[in-house]
């Protein structure tokens, strides 16, 4: 019987001795699984905020040249508004002058015309 009981504890220990041997083997992939899927996350999340600052350089670029054609076409459009506001009062002087109500009919229409151009 205690041959059985000794034989029985030398079985459990190899056993326990086998289970912790697999334990720990599981435990050393499981860390370099983890460690693989961390310096994944940590390479994504860079690769992430280069983009985003990737983005944000480009939306300024895109919203300054954007402001620049604004003001460009703003400045412009007043120097047009300028030369033909010139140009209706150089006409009228002269209709009024030299020509009847038909002629500065005709001027105020050469005027919508300029305008529409």
Not at 31 to 53: A, I, S, Y
């Amino acid at each position: 019987m205690l041959h059985d009981l000794t034989e029985k504890e030398r079985q459990t220990e190899e056993s326990r001795d086998a289970l912790q041997s697999q334990l720990a083997e599981i435990r050393e992939e499981k860390e370099r699984v983890t460690f693989g899927l961390d310096q994944t996350l940590r390479k994504l999340q860079v690769e992430l905020q280069d983009l985003n600052q990737s983005n944000r350089v480009e939306m300024e670029a895109v919203q300054k040249d954007m402001n620049e054609a604004v003001n460009k076409a703003t400045a412009d459009h007043e120097l047009r508004m300028k030369q033909l506001q010139d140009q209706v009062s150089a006409l009228i002087p002269q209709s009024f002058s030299t020509h009847s109500m038909d002629h500065i009919n005709n001027a105020w229409d050469n005027h919508k015309n300029i305008i529409e151009q």
